[in-house]
């Protein structure tokens, strides 16, 4: 069971938008800087958002980051054929000295 | 180019061993943290270890802690992961991925390297 809670998958049409929730366990699973993660089966993960809301170059602005208190959220707008793929939230939890992941969205175009 | 090639995986009985390693190039190898992430299958990504620039500092998850020893030679560019007393639920790909700067975010992943444990 992650720390990071995430909902197992989210739908929507063509052009439509979707946000995927990233809820913190504990009060300071949030402290640090929350980032994003598309995966496509059989390829690299690849960064969406990091430091909460921002996005490295390359990724179109149709991808979104938001955090606020103990929870995160990521939002895709526009959605695309494309864009069908697992999303994982994650960060840095310093209790534990470890790395920890959501339990990983799936996102399907309908 | 950053480039991240896992390599090592194979198929192992449970109890036995296995090494990865991680090629790296098209960056300064020397100045980054790297960690290893494995993705059980149908599973989620699952953290598995880290190691600083310097091999200075290193944490495992509890789920391997006591069986796998993470390692690096920045003279060769190269990361290593030695698994031993390996389980069936180690069965996963396994992922090296750049830290952008220490527990901040991975901005560059590899194409994974494929662990299989099974009699």
């Known amino acids: 069971q992650s720390v990071l809670t995430q909902p197992p998958s989210v739908s929507a049409a063509p052009g439509q938008k979707v946000t995927i929730s990233c809820s913190g366990s504990?009060?300071?699973?949030?402290?640090?800087?929350v980032s994003w993660y598309q995966h496509l089966p059989g390829t690299a993960p690849k960064v969406l958002i990091y430091?909460?809301?921002q996005r490295p170059s390359g990724i179109p602005d149709r991808f979104s980051g938001s955090k606020s208190g103990t929870s995160a959220t990521l939002g895709i707008t526009g959605l695309q054929t494309g864009d069908e793929a697992d999303y994982y939230c994650g960060t840095w939890d310093s209790s534990l000295n470890s790395w920890v992941f959501g339990g990983g969205t799936k996102v399907t175009v309908l | 180019e950053v480039q991240l090639v896992e390599s090592g995986g194979a198929l192992v009985q449970p109890g036995g061993s296995l090494r990865l390693s991680c090629a790296a190039s098209?960056?300064?190898?020397?100045?980054?943290?790297i960690h290893w992430v494995r993705q059980a299958p149908g599973k989620g990504l699952e953290w598995v270890s880290c190691i600083s620039s310097s091999s200075s500092v290193i944490y495992y998850a509890d789920s391997v802690k006591g069986r796998f020893t993470i390692s690096r030679d920045n003279a060769k560019n190269s990361l290593y992961l030695q698994m031993n007393s390996l389980r069936a639920e180690d069965t996963a790909v396994y992922y090296c991925?750049?830290?952008?700067?220490?527990?901040?975010?991975?901005?560059?992943w590899g194409q994974g390297t494929l662990v299989t444990v099974s009699s």
């Open positions: 098209g960056f300064t190898f020397s100045s980054y943290t």
């Open positions: 430091d909460n809301d």
């Open positions: 991925a750049r830290d952008y700067s220490t527990f901040y975010f991975f901005d560059y």
């Open positions: 504990n009060s300071k699973i949030l402290n640090n800087y």
